[in-house]
């Protein structure tokens, strides 16, 4: 049973550039979440997906932040135009309906120059 | 908006010791997780509680939903060095979107 694979697991990059990450959920899980987390603090909702339906963006999701998941499997994040703030670990998640737990992988750190 | 706040904050404990933290929210939660964290990877799902009053157990991890539904606390007995790492509460929210505590630092000396 593989888990919530995420990919690159380190990403570092100069300010301006765009990153894309990858998530693969866990098979057949419906529900696909992404979170941002800052050094010290519990991980903050960015978006979600019901199969290929993006239902809900955090006001935290700026405009330079886009999401999919075109097939209703795996999901990328593309961040444009980098900006120091965008430091963090970007973390996916995924369960099976809405109301199971959340399974997380391990993280895309991204550092900006 | 909804806000988790965890305490203690951080915990330095002995091997061997019991260790108990909570979680109490300004709102309410028909959901509480409690989550795992080591350095560098992403958080694992210790236990997760579903109704009002519930009393989990995983291992050495006891964990309880208060009546209230607004607060929950974790337990761990006999620590042991691997049970280093950030504990992380966590409730669903009726969106499905989870709403994460601080945190609580343990370290474990042996």
């Known amino acids: 049973d593989t888990g919530v694979s995420q990919d690159p697991r380190h990403k570092i990059t100069k300010r301006g550039q765009n990153v894309t990450f990858r998530c693969d959920p866990i098979?057949?899980?419906?529900?696909l979440y992404w979170y941002r987390q800052t050094l010290g603090q519990g991980p903050e909702f960015l978006t979600y997906?019901?199969?290929?339906?993006?239902?809900?963006k955090s006001r935290l999701l700026s405009d330079r932040f886009s999401a999919e998941r075109p097939k209703g499997s795996f999901s990328t994040l593309e961040i444009q135009r980098t900006e120091q703030g965008d430091s963090a670990m970007y973390l996916c998640?995924?369960?099976?309906?809405?109301?199971?737990?959340?399974?997380f992988g391990d993280g895309t750190r991204l550092s900006i120059l | 908006g909804q806000q988790l706040n965890q305490s203690p904050q951080s915990m330095f404990i002995q091997e061997g010791e019991d260790v108990s933290m909570n979680c109490t929210s300004s709102?309410?939660?028909?959901?509480w997780l409690w989550y795992k964290q080591d350095p560098g990877e992403g958080p694992v799902l210790l236990i997760a509680?579903?109704?009002?009053?519930e009393l989990t157990s995983n291992g050495r991890l006891t964990a309880q939903f208060g009546i209230t539904r607004k607060d929950s606390f974790l337990n761990i007995s006999a620590s042991i060095p691997s049970d280093v790492g950030i504990y992380f509460c966590?409730?669903?929210?009726?969106?499905?979107?989870?709403?994460f505590g601080q945190g609580t630092e343990l370290s474990v000396k042996p």
């Open positions: 998640a995924s369960s099976l309906f809405v109301n199971q737990p959340q399974h």
């Open positions: 098979s057949e899980h419906n529900r």
């Open positions: 966590a409730g669903l929210n009726q969106g499905g979107k989870l709403i």
């Open positions: 997906f019901q199969n290929e339906a993006q239902l809900e």
């Open positions: 709102s309410i939660f028909n959901t």
């Open positions: 509680l579903y109704k009002a009053g």
